[in-house]
Structure formats: structure tokens, C-alpha cells
């Protein structure tokens, strides 16, 4: 991953959060203040890369169709948090002025 935008900050933070627990799309939604359309393809980019294995649920309820559900892999973890603390050391750098 080269560049942590601030909607794949908060998702991986919601990721984080239950490292080893499996979440709803809708779940992650919520958590992480994003929209549908910007947390599915960000899901599948994930996917893509390794970081998030996905399976789908059948409903409990009549009618109701299946939902898929995602979990960081063993691989992911480990390179969420090490983003995650990449991307918080470049913000706590200080700035560099120049002087004229």
C-alpha cells in the first residue's frame, strides 16, 4: 500500500479495533463514518491486496439475503497496524519552513 488516505485510515482503525473478528459491511459503515460507495471498493482493494479475507453469511431470517463479511488476514494485521504507525509518524513530523 503506498499512501494511507484518511477513509483507509478509518477503516483499518474499525479493523483494529476487533482484529480477529469478522465485520459487516454496513457494521464498518457505521464505525467508520463511511459511505457504500466508499467503503465497498476500498473493501475489495483490501481484498485485492491481501490484507482482508471475505466470506459470506447466510441470514438467520427468512428473506433476507446473505451478507458478506470481512476480517483482517494474518498477513493484514500486522501490516495495518505497521501503516497505521507509518502514517502517525509523518504526521507528528514537523513541518519544514523555509526561510526567505
Do not use: I, N
Amino acid at each position: 500500500m503506498q499512501r494511507l488516505t484518511r477513509t483507509t485510515t478509518r477503516a483499518l482503525l474499525a479493523f483494529l479495533d476487533v482484529p480477529r473478528s469478522w465485520r459487516y459491511g454496513y457494521d464498518l459503515m457505521k464505525v467508520a463514518s463511511l459511505s457504500s460507495g466508499t467503503l465497498y471498493p476500498l473493501l475489495a482493494r483490501l481484498t485485492d491486496e491481501g490484507w482482508l479475507e471475505s466470506r459470506w453469511e447466510e441470514s438467520e431470517f427468512p428473506g433476507k439475503p446473505p451478507r458478506q463479511l470481512y476480517r483482517l488476514t494474518a498477513t493484514g494485521r500486522p501490516e495495518a497496524r505497521h501503516a497505521l504507525e507509518r502514517a502517525q509518524a509523518s504526521w507528528l513530523r514537523p513541518l519544514r519552513t523555509t526561510e526567505t
